[in-house]
């Protein structure tokens, strides 16, 4: 496993500075998207996305770790349990493979949708499976794997609901963070059961209620959490994901020393 760190964790940097400053701290690898400063222009990565990657490839002093790409203009937006998205959200999504393999990003991560108007979570979890199959099969040969993020405020909010979809949709993988289930009170030991589809991870502590907090005043074992994904057979990348957003209210951490301070206990880890 290697340690990436989530181009959004600083929002005041450019997407330059945070390759800079990830590459000082001795981080191998930088996640990309769409937000903040260091934010890839996303018309042009859709109209464009081989010249682009070429472009943003060549300006990185790091590897590209995992792009994060939202279809719509929030979580709302285009979500993939809304059907009515499909042909749109199918047809960007070839130019978002193209621009993956082009930048040498080995994943791609979406959002898996919000429950729309009057749908229960299972209807939800069903057009998530549907809008999957088509993204699912232009992935199939590109090398590129496709994960989904299980979140607070989408229906997916349970490991229980989570193996389902990852069941009903072979092939998908998870970006996983385990603060999204953590803060809704799950114990670290239920969530472990998702580690099997990881194809991407997400690191910050967290407890139930803070989805984010500093590294000493959260409930995640990250010892434990490490040797469950070796465990599990998992050998990609780990995105220090500690954010400065009104998401949730992950306002009052420094981003940096809690970087820092993720890398300091992956590093004595997984020393020999």
């Not at 290697?2 to 400053?21: I, M, Q, R």
């Not at 890839?40 to 770790?65: G, I, T």
């Not at 040969?141 to 994960?147: A, E, I, L």
């Not at 989570?162 to 114990?187: I, M, N, Q, W």
């Amino acid at each position: 496993m290697k340690l990436s760190v989530t181009s959004w964790s600083f929002p005041e940097l450019t997407l330059d500075e945070v390759g800079g400053l990830a590459n000082l701290l001795g981080i191998e690898g930088l996640d990309v998207g769409y937000f903040y400063r260091s934010a890839l222009d996303r018309a042009r990565l859709l109209a464009a996305p081989e010249a682009y990657a070429d472009e943003v490839r060549k300006r990185l002093p790091l590897p590209v770790a995992n792009l994060y790409h939202l279809f719509g203009n929030s979580v709302v937006d285009r979500n993939l349990a809304d059907p009515a998205n499909r042909a749109k959200n199918t047809a960007d999504f070839t130019a978002v493979l193209k621009f993956c393999v082009g930048i040498g990003s080995p994943t791609v991560f979406i959002l898996p949708g919000v429950i729309n108007g009057a749908q229960s979570r299972a209807q939800a979890l069903t057009e998530t499976v549907e809008s999957l199959k088509p993204l699912l099969d232009l992935a199939a040969n590109t090398g590129v794997t496709v994960c989904v993020e299980p979140h607070v405020h989408s229906y997916l909010e349970s490991p229980a609901i989570t193996a389902e979809l990852c069941e009903r949709a072979p092939g998908v993988k998870l970006a996983l963070d385990y603060a999204h289930f953590a803060v809704s009170g799950y114990r670290q030991d239920e969530i472990d059961v998702l580690a099997r589809w990881a194809g991407h991870v997400h690191l910050r502590q967290a407890r139930p209620g803070a989805l984010q907090t500093k590294l000493d005043q959260g409930t995640l074992n990250f010892p434990a959490l490490f040797a469950t994904l070796r465990d599990a057979g998992y050998d990609g990348w780990l995105a220090a994901e500690v954010v400065h957003q009104g998401y949730f209210d992950t306002l009052h951490d420094d981003v940096l020393t809690e970087t820092v301070k993720l890398r300091d206990l992956f590093r004595a880890w997984s020393a020999p």
